[in-house]
Protein backbone atom coordinates (compact mmCIF):
# COMPACT_ATOMS: atom_id res chain seq x y z
CA UNK A 1 0.00 0.00 0.00
CA UNK A 2 3.06 2.29 0.66
CA UNK A 3 4.07 1.73 -2.42
CA UNK A 4 1.00 3.32 -4.02
CA UNK A 5 -1.58 2.03 -6.82
CA UNK A 6 0.89 2.01 -9.30
CA UNK A 7 2.80 -1.30 -7.83
CA UNK A 8 -0.39 -2.83 -7.14
CA UNK A 9 -1.55 -2.34 -11.03
CA UNK A 10 2.41 -3.61 -11.97
CA UNK A 11 1.67 -6.39 -9.32
CA UNK A 12 -1.37 -7.35 -10.78
CA UNK A 13 -0.18 -7.91 -14.08
CA UNK A 14 3.13 -10.70 -12.94
CA UNK A 15 -0.17 -12.99 -12.70
CA UNK A 16 0.72 -13.78 -8.88
CA UNK A 17 3.64 -15.18 -7.15
CA UNK A 18 4.09 -18.97 -6.89
CA UNK A 19 6.29 -20.34 -3.43
CA UNK A 20 9.54 -19.74 -4.39
CA UNK A 21 10.47 -17.89 -7.37
CA UNK A 22 10.72 -14.27 -7.19
CA UNK A 23 9.21 -11.23 -8.69
CA UNK A 24 10.50 -7.26 -9.23
CA UNK A 25 8.13 -4.87 -9.45
CA UNK A 26 9.23 -0.70 -9.37
CA UNK A 27 9.47 0.69 -5.81
CA UNK A 28 6.91 3.53 -7.10
CA UNK A 29 5.97 5.74 -3.83
CA UNK A 30 8.98 3.69 -1.71
CA UNK A 31 12.80 4.65 -1.07
CA UNK A 32 13.29 1.31 -2.93
CA UNK A 33 14.16 1.36 -6.34
CA UNK A 34 12.59 -1.95 -6.64
CA UNK A 35 10.65 -4.42 -5.04
CA UNK A 36 11.32 -8.21 -5.21
CA UNK A 37 8.31 -10.19 -4.02
CA UNK A 38 8.26 -14.33 -2.98
CA UNK A 39 5.84 -15.82 -1.15
CA UNK A 40 7.42 -17.87 1.36
CA UNK A 41 6.67 -21.41 2.68
CA UNK A 42 3.88 -22.01 5.26
CA UNK A 43 5.21 -24.18 8.10
CA UNK A 44 3.46 -27.12 8.61
CA UNK A 45 5.54 -28.92 11.17
CA UNK A 46 8.83 -28.91 9.41
CA UNK A 47 8.66 -31.88 7.61
CA UNK A 48 6.84 -30.86 4.24
CA UNK A 49 9.67 -29.75 2.81
CA UNK A 50 9.79 -26.18 3.95
CA UNK A 51 13.29 -25.33 4.70
CA UNK A 52 14.24 -26.19 1.06
CA UNK A 53 11.52 -24.16 -0.09
CA UNK A 54 12.38 -21.17 2.39
CA UNK A 55 15.91 -21.27 1.28
CA UNK A 56 14.73 -21.15 -2.48
CA UNK A 57 12.87 -17.74 -1.88
CA UNK A 58 16.27 -16.25 -0.65
CA UNK A 59 18.30 -17.93 -3.72
CA UNK A 60 15.19 -16.42 -5.90
CA UNK A 61 15.49 -12.97 -4.38
CA UNK A 62 19.28 -12.61 -4.57
CA UNK A 63 19.65 -14.06 -8.47
CA UNK A 64 17.09 -11.83 -9.17
CA UNK A 65 19.01 -8.58 -7.72
CA UNK A 66 22.22 -9.43 -9.06
CA UNK A 67 20.85 -10.29 -12.41
CA UNK A 68 19.86 -6.37 -11.84
CA UNK A 69 22.61 -5.40 -11.12
CA UNK A 70 21.28 -4.23 -7.35
CA UNK A 71 24.02 -3.50 -4.89
CA UNK A 72 21.86 -3.72 -1.67
CA UNK A 73 18.85 -5.40 -0.96
CA UNK A 74 17.04 -5.83 2.31
CA UNK A 75 14.89 -8.93 3.52
CA UNK A 76 12.18 -9.27 6.24
CA UNK A 77 11.99 -12.61 7.75
CA UNK A 78 9.85 -13.94 5.15
CA UNK A 79 7.18 -16.87 6.40
CA UNK A 80 7.53 -15.50 9.77
CA UNK A 81 4.10 -13.93 9.94
CA UNK A 82 0.84 -14.71 9.05
CA UNK A 83 2.58 -17.97 7.36
CA UNK A 84 3.95 -19.03 11.27
CA UNK A 85 7.40 -20.21 10.31
CA UNK A 86 9.08 -20.48 13.40
CA UNK A 87 11.56 -17.55 14.36
CA UNK A 88 14.73 -19.14 15.03
CA UNK A 89 14.75 -22.32 11.93
CA UNK A 90 13.79 -19.15 9.31
CA UNK A 91 17.01 -17.16 10.80
CA UNK A 92 18.92 -19.92 10.46
CA UNK A 93 17.71 -20.85 6.92
CA UNK A 94 17.72 -17.51 5.61
CA UNK A 95 21.34 -16.41 6.82
CA UNK A 96 22.44 -19.64 5.51
CA UNK A 97 20.96 -19.09 1.88
CA UNK A 98 22.50 -15.45 2.19
CA UNK A 99 25.98 -16.30 3.17
CA UNK A 100 26.52 -19.34 0.59
CA UNK A 101 25.05 -17.09 -2.22
CA UNK A 102 27.53 -14.20 -1.25
CA UNK A 103 30.37 -16.72 -1.13
CA UNK A 104 30.11 -16.95 -4.83
CA UNK A 105 28.45 -14.17 -6.04
CA UNK A 106 29.46 -10.30 -6.58
CA UNK A 107 26.25 -8.40 -6.41
CA UNK A 108 24.33 -7.74 -4.17
CA UNK A 109 27.00 -6.33 -2.41
CA UNK A 110 25.42 -5.46 0.95
CA UNK A 111 22.67 -7.30 2.25
CA UNK A 112 20.36 -6.73 5.40
CA UNK A 113 17.58 -8.55 7.46
CA UNK A 114 15.44 -5.92 8.48
CA UNK A 115 13.27 -7.18 11.59
CA UNK A 116 10.30 -5.27 13.08
CA UNK A 117 10.43 -6.59 16.58
CA UNK A 118 13.36 -6.65 19.05
CA UNK A 119 12.91 -10.84 19.79
CA UNK A 120 13.56 -10.65 15.64
CA UNK A 121 16.41 -8.79 15.36
CA UNK A 122 17.96 -10.87 18.90
CA UNK A 123 16.93 -14.11 16.84
CA UNK A 124 18.94 -13.04 14.01
CA UNK A 125 21.84 -11.29 16.09
CA UNK A 126 21.85 -14.40 18.23
CA UNK A 127 21.86 -16.80 14.81
CA UNK A 128 24.45 -14.70 13.16
CA UNK A 129 26.92 -15.05 16.41
CA UNK A 130 26.57 -18.49 16.65
CA UNK A 131 27.08 -19.56 12.86
CA UNK A 132 29.03 -16.51 11.24
CA UNK A 133 30.72 -14.36 13.61
CA UNK A 134 34.63 -15.78 13.86
CA UNK A 135 35.60 -13.61 16.43
CA UNK A 136 34.02 -11.01 19.16
CA UNK A 137 34.95 -8.33 16.53
CA UNK A 138 32.27 -9.76 14.39
CA UNK A 139 29.68 -10.13 16.87
CA UNK A 140 26.54 -8.18 16.27
Not at 42 to 48: A, L, M, S
Request: aromatic share 8%.
Amino acid sequence: AAAGPARLAEGRTLGGCERGPAKRTAGYRLRAKYVIHTPGPVWQGGDHGEAALLASCYRSCLETAAARGIRTLDFCSISTGVYGYPLPLAATVALRAIMDFLADHPLPEQVRMVCHTKQAAEVYRQTWNLWYAEDKSQRL
